[in-house]
């Protein structure tokens, strides 16, 4: 859309810019670009415009949209990223696109959605104008049980994105959630489809929801004393714009590096992790058993020691973990 266009590029400008530079730049008419300005400021966009030196965006919203996010990535990297307002699930999008021939890295990413899941069939808090709802594919050429790590390597990206935006650094809980003061910012679900004729990976999406701007207000009864957002964490609000464009930016990153360069990624992982050196419960079907967390092994799954002494290896499908 014209609007998304203009948006980009006026985020991105520091200094005025033409209505003529702007309409050769994306290859509209003047009188496009002035109603697309028209729109902008409608939404809540201040944009200044002075003869013979152009427009000036001095300040907007909070919203993600295709020209908020595009205004900090490459217009190349633009053309396999979707942004949508409302969505019921990111994953089932990308899903039905992968399905289509999208290409390795697409994403699509939500200001909201409204059947959003977490792991194990539980559904995933994804309020409007609060969060980001973001889905990434990947097309690897192997066989599913060398796909295990990327979940753990996904982790380490989402907390380098949220770092760099925010200057907050969340810890890692074992094996996929983002947290702060034992309460989850972020989550992580990685699926996976398989070809049945070869029984080599089709596709693999990765799911995450991070909690941005919300207030403790904003968080159900259900999940209000285990759920954070990065703005009470670091104590300011955050671009969501500008954090998504980062997300994009360190999950390619990750997906150059994955599976061969294995070894910034686990010591970033163990130097984030939170979950050894304390007592946990596992759990594993119907069972529940209490355990100590010893170590992050170099195939990042998790060594534990049980109450009777035994010890052995978990990886990140077979249990769920309670930190006491």
């Not at 990947?138 to 994105?161: E, F, G, Q």
């Not at 398989?194 to 159900?220: K, L, Y």
């Not at 946990?280 to 534990?304: C, W």
Request: net charge negative.
């Amino acid at each position: 859309m014209t609007k998304d266009s203009v948006l980009a590029i006026l985020a991105k400008e520091k200094k005025y810019i033409s209505g003529e530079e702007i309409s050769k730049e994306i290859g509209v008419s003047r009188a496009a670009v002035n109603a697309a300005v028209k729109v902008l400021r409608s939404e809540g966009y201040e944009i200044d415009s002075v003869t013979n030196k152009g427009y000036l965006l001095k300040s907007g919203p909070d919203n993600l949209s295709m020209g908020s996010v595009g205004a900090h990535l490459d217009p190349g990297r633009m053309k396999s990223v979707l942004v949508l307002e409302t969505v019921d699930s990111t994953n089932k999008r990308l899903r039905e696109m992968a399905f289509d021939g999208a290409p390795d890295g697409q994403v699509v990413m939500a200001n909201e959605q409204t059947s959003g899941r977490g792991r194990r069939g539980r559904n995933f808090f994804s309020p409007k104008d609060k969060g980001i709802y973001f889905s990434y594919l990947i097309k690897p050429d192997m066989a599913p049980a060398d796909s295990v790590t990327l979940t753990a390597w996904t982790a380490v990206a989402a907390m380098r994105a949220i770092s760099k935006v925010s200057g907050f650094t969340p810890g890692i809980k074992w094996v996929n959630d983002l947290v702060s003061g034992g309460r989850k910012l972020c989550g992580i679900l990685t699926e996976m489809s398989v070809e049945s004729e070869t029984g080599m990976i089709d596709n693999i999406i990765i799911g995450i929801g991070i909690n941005i701007n919300n207030d403790a207000s904003d968080f159900p009864d259900e999940i209000k004393d285990i759920a954070t957002s990065i703005a009470l964490e670091a104590g300011h609000a955050i671009d969501r714009s500008e954090l998504a464009a980062a997300m994009v930016e360190e999950l390619d990153r990750m997906r150059a590096d994955w599976p061969d360069n294995k070894a910034a990624y686990l010591e970033a992982y163990r130097q984030a992790d939170i979950t050894c050196g304390r007592d946990v419960n596992v759990i594993q079907g119907g069972n529940v058993r209490p355990a100590e967390a010893l170590m992050i092994n170099d195939d990042f799954s998790l060594k534990v020691r049980f109450s009777d002494g035994g010890i052995t290896d978990l990886s990140s499908g077979e249990v769920s973990l309670k930190i006491l």
